[in-house]
């Protein structure tokens, strides 16, 4: 079946400019998180929702970025008034499990990511 | 607070010979850990995961990972490499976060296997 996609997969912007980002998970998925991942790093979580509740935010590192996923299913990651250090790949994983005590022990399925190239 | 550490930033390994790439990790409580694999342009794909079950964990592509409590580590193995092996490896313990279960990774390690 069809695994997590991402759009679009490559993004130049201006700096100053808003982009948004979108995610659309695996069908049924309850679980959706979203991670930054700079040139020669590993992924670093920014927020997670259950369903269209968005349960943890702390990773976002400024109020420049927001994310929805406003009927539970596809999530949009919004970043305002680009800077350089945005420029990153931007990482989608969307797992079944709602249950915090079965959370762990359920994989979560990365999208491809998105590109971000702020110039 | 939950991390990890990859110790090694680029391993180099001829074809055929065994793959060690080394993870210790630091966990306030009893840690699930993950070893995930990224090609180039391509997602993260998990290759196996610990979760308090057994400690010797064997995942997909003939890779195994050994859960040590006493040292802290969670090193990823494979007795023989592949050309397909080539890849960047990534060490993940999980944290609760309202619910889910956020990732926590290290650095990457970068795989080159040579002929």
């Known amino acids: 079946g069809a695994g997590v996609s991402q759009s679009p997969r490559y993004k130049v912007a201006k700096r100053g400019q808003d982009v948004a980002l979108r995610c659309d998970p695996i069908?049924?998925?309850?679980?959706l998180f979203w991670y930054q991942q700079a040139l020669g790093q590993g992924p670093e979580f920014l927020t997670y929702?259950?369903?269209?509740?968005?349960?943890?935010k702390s990773g976002l590192p400024s109020d420049r970025f927001f994310a929805e996923r406003p009927e539970g299913s596809v999530s949009t990651l919004k970043i305002q008034r680009t800077q350089q250090e945005d420029s990153a790949v931007y990482l989608c994983?969307?797992?079944?499990?709602?249950?915090?005590?079965?959370?762990?022990?359920?994989?979560?399925?990365f999208g491809p990511g998105t590109r971000l190239t702020v110039t | 607070a939950q991390s990890v550490t990859q110790l090694d930033s680029h391993v180099s390994v001829s074809e055929g010979t065994p793959v060690l790439l080394r993870c210790n990790y630091s966990?306030?409580?009893?840690?699930?850990l993950f070893w995930y694999v990224q090609h180039p342009n391509k997602g993260l794909q998990l290759l196996l995961k610990?979760?308090?079950?057994?400690?010797l964990v064997k995942g997909i592509n003939g890779f195994e990972a050994e859960f040590k409590k006493s040292e802290t580590s969670f090193h990823l193995t494979k007795p023989s490499a592949h050309m397909s092996d080539a890849a960047e490896y990534f060490c993940?313990?999980?944290?609760?976060?309202?619910?889910?279960?956020?990732?926590?990774f290290g650095t990457g390690t970068q795989l080159k296997v040579e002929l």
């Open positions: 994983a969307s797992s079944p499990s709602g249950d915090a005590r079965l959370a762990e022990k359920y994989e979560q399925y």
């Open positions: 993940a313990v999980s944290a609760f976060t309202g619910g889910g279960n956020k990732l926590t």
């Open positions: 610990y979760t308090s079950a057994a400690t």
């Open positions: 966990s306030s409580y009893s840690p699930s």
């Open positions: 929702f259950q369903n269209e509740a968005q349960l943890d």
């Open positions: 069908s049924g998925h309850v679980s």
